[in-house]
């Protein structure tokens, strides 16, 4: 079940995994993309705007070059430093202006440009020769000012006869190219560079930190300026694509949690349903097999019951004409054997159901308060007692005899599971019909027996009332105990329950139907009033139990005629002299005892019926207000209800 569960859950969570991930790889490529395509046109357009810069500087310079100062064939340094002066108090942007010789050697610098002697900074041997070679102006590299301005110089050379003889320089601010740079507002991390051939000269903002290559990495992007030999950089930080990508792919993660934990949740709904539809499966089951353990065990039962009433009345027969005292102790031996053969069945066919039940209302109050002696008898004196009966209960409609019978079951069995000491408790309380399975709407009244003994595993617990199923040491327990309490509890309309924990204790539930009728006290035992001898018409298809009961009813001195079946008893019964009693068995090949009572009450309605029964199959099928007496039977109870069948027709 929980391999099935993370099945399911890893078959959500991979396709959303791989969803994210190729969504999230998506995503980056095209927001890289983006990236990439602004830093493009920042690039491109600072390097226009850089280039536009330096070409009207150049212009400029060339124009100042054209001065007839630089003539002559030695310059005249004092009118063109009257014309530079001039020229810069006009044009603000320029820092100085320098005129130096072709090798670089200031001839002139308005202030404050370095010495005299020192070479033309920001302009290498390189640069010059172009210059001078080619006549090409030059733009130099960066270098500070003695003011500290950073400032680079336009270079243009001064030609006079198809020669350069001097070289002017308007040294420009660095400052004019940082605004350039800036014409377009940079995003947070972003930076703006001008690389020079001696290295990065001048980056916006100037506190952005050097470029470090980190993973993923940045975007970078590069644009020559023409008219110098410099390049704009653009730089993006990795972030400018990766936060979105981030982004996206935290919100997909996020949904991908909450399609798990839907996942799981429906999983969980899923398993329980599975659950439950096994857990009713294993219930039907077990209902299914014990039906049919029922049947079984009830089908044995009716024939071991059949040989027990031969047996047994053969037995009281034998011991009555018992010659000398060994042959009684034998026969009595034999008679205890039966005895608890016949107790045996009994609970076997308690079991299944199909036991003689004689439901009644009964006082539980009354019923528990009757058995208290007999229960502390059973217990031992290390285990105490507490009885609890709730005020104002119903009376139950359940068989006196057999009720008292399981709920001792119960208490020998809670008295077996604390060999040492305990605490039994003994309660009777209404019952609510939803929290028992199996139960019809309508009132119950429970009566449970717990106990603090040793408890049950689950193995036990499954099987604690399966007929001949015993935990305990041979001859101690029949393992019917159980089986007999809850096909009890079944045939009687109520359930049994048992809940139990390992070392924790037990309790034993009998839940009953309320009787629609009053209660009424418990019946007095029978006056066995002597009966004068009786005519009687026994009737049974089995021989060796007429044979047997014939003998026990002849022998208290009753007239005993024999049927072997329905048939020949109507016909003996129409020609005969009238009988006082009929003693029928139920089932019989041909026509039931059902039957024949049936036509006894329309035909001769003053004659008492006996029936007997080993075997009912269904209680419905017999007839009401028949005295009934169940297989195996002694002699004693035999005559006990015929008497109770006279009385009966009596009153
Ligand atoms: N109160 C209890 N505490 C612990 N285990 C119990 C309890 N009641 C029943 N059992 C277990 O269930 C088994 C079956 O009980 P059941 O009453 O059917 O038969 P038994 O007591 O073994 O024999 P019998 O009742 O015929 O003497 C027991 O052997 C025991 O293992
Ligand atoms: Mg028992």
């Known amino acids: 079940m929980r391999r099935s569960l993370a099945l399911l859950v890893l078959a959500g969570v991979i396709p959303i995994v791989a969803l994210g991930g190729t969504f999230g790889a998506l995503t980056l490529r095209s927001e890289r993309e983006a990236v990439a395509a602004r830093g493009r046109t920042d690039a491109n357009l600072a390097a226009a705007l850089v280039s536009q810069t330096l070409r009207s500087n150049v212009a400029a310079v060339e124009m100042v070059a054209q001065s007839p100062a630089l003539d002559g064939a030695a310059p005249d340094v004092a009118r063109f430093a009257t014309l530079a002066r001039r020229i810069l108090a006009n044009q603000q942007d320029w820092h100085a202006i320098v005129l130096a010789d072709v090798e670089g050697r200031v001839v002139f610098g308005t202030a404050p440009v370095g010495t005299a002697a020192a070479p033309l900074a920001g302009l290498d041997a390189a640069a010059l020769r172009r210059l001078r070679d080619r006549a090409e102006p ?11 301005a950073r400032v680079f110089p336009v270079a243009v050379p001064v030609g006079r006869a198809g020669q350069v003889r001097y070289v002017i320089a308007a040294l420009v601010p660095a400052a004019r190219l940082e605004r350039l740079l800036r014409v377009e507002p940079l995003a947070p991390g972003w930076t703006a560079s ?50 979105p990508v981030r982004q996206a792919v ?41 039906e049919t353990l029922g049947r079984l065990t009830g089908g044995v039962a009716h024939d071991f019951n059949n040989l027990l009433t031969p047996i047994m ?22 008679m205890a054997g039966a005895e608890r053969a016949r107790l045996l069945v009994s609970r076997l066919l308690a079991f299944s159901r199909q036991q003689q039940l004689s439901p009644e209302p009964v006082e539980l109050a009354a019923l528990v308060d009757g058995l208290m002696d007999l229960v502390e008898k059973s217990l031992t004196p290390a285990i105490t007692m507490t009885v609890a009966v709730a005020p104002e209960l ?41 929290h028992t399975a199996g139960l019809a709407a309508g009132h119950y009244v429970a009566i449970t027996v717990s106990d603090t003994g040793s408890g049950m595993d689950a193995a036990t617990i499954a099987r604690a009332i399966d007929p001949f199923f015993t935990t305990k040491p041979i001859g101690k327990g029949t393992g019917l105990g159980l089986s007999m309490v809850d096909g009890f509890a079944s045939q009687s309309g109520g359930a049994f329950v048992l809940e139990s924990e390992p070392g924790r204790g037990t309790s034993a539930r009998i839940v009953l139907p309320c009787s629609a009728r009053p209660a009424v006290a418990a ?84 004659v008492a019926v006996l029936m007997v029964t080993g075997h009912v199959e269904d209680d419905g099928a017999l ?15 035999l005559l006990a209800a015929v008497e109770q069948a006279v009385r009966q027709r009596g009153r």
């Open 623 to 637: 007839p009401d207000g028949v005295e009934l007496l169940r297989k195996p039977y002694r002699g004693a109870t």
């Open 523 to 606: 019946p007095l035992a029978a006056a066995a009033a002597g009966t004068s001898a009786l005519t009687i018409l026994l009737v049974d298809d089995d021989l060796r139990v007429r044979r047997a009961t014939a003998e026990v009813l002849a022998e208290a001195g009753h007239a005993v005629t024999e049927a072997a079946d329905v048939d020949e008893a109507l016909a003996l019964l129409a020609t005969r002299e009238p009988v006082d009693v009929v003693v029928t068995d139920f089932i019989m090949p041909g026509r039931s005892g059902a039957e024949l009572i049936e036509q006894l009450r329309a035909a001769w309605p003053h």
């Open 394 to 434: 119903c009376p139950a409609e359940a068989d006196r005899g057999q009720l008292e019978l399981a709920i001792l079951n119960l208490v020998i069995n809670a008295r077996d599971a604390m060999p040492d000491s305990g605490a039994l408790r003994l309660s009777v309380a209404r019952a609510e019909p939803r």
């Open 313 to 334: 009345i053969s037995l009281e027969q034998l011991r009555r004409h018992a010659a000398d005292a060994a042959s009684t102790r034998h026969v009595d031996v034999a």
């Open 138 to 148: 030059q733009i130099g590299t960066f270098s500070v000012a003695s003011d500290g």
């Open 250 to 290: 935290l919100l997909l993660l996020a949904a991908a949690a909450l399609c798990v934990l839907l996942l799981a949740l429906l999983g969980r709904l899923l398993v329980g349903e599975l659950r439950q539809l096994r857990r009713r499966d294993a219930s039907e089951l077990q209902r299914q097999r014990m």
């Open 194 to 243: 001008i690389i020079t051939p001696a290295g990065p000269a001048l980056m916006v903002p100037r506190d952005a930190a050097p470029l470090v290559h980190t993973d993923p990495r940045p975007v970078e992007l590069w644009m020559p300026v023409s008219g110098a030999r410099w390049s704009i950089r653009i730089t993006a930080p990795a972030q400018a694509f990766f936060a």
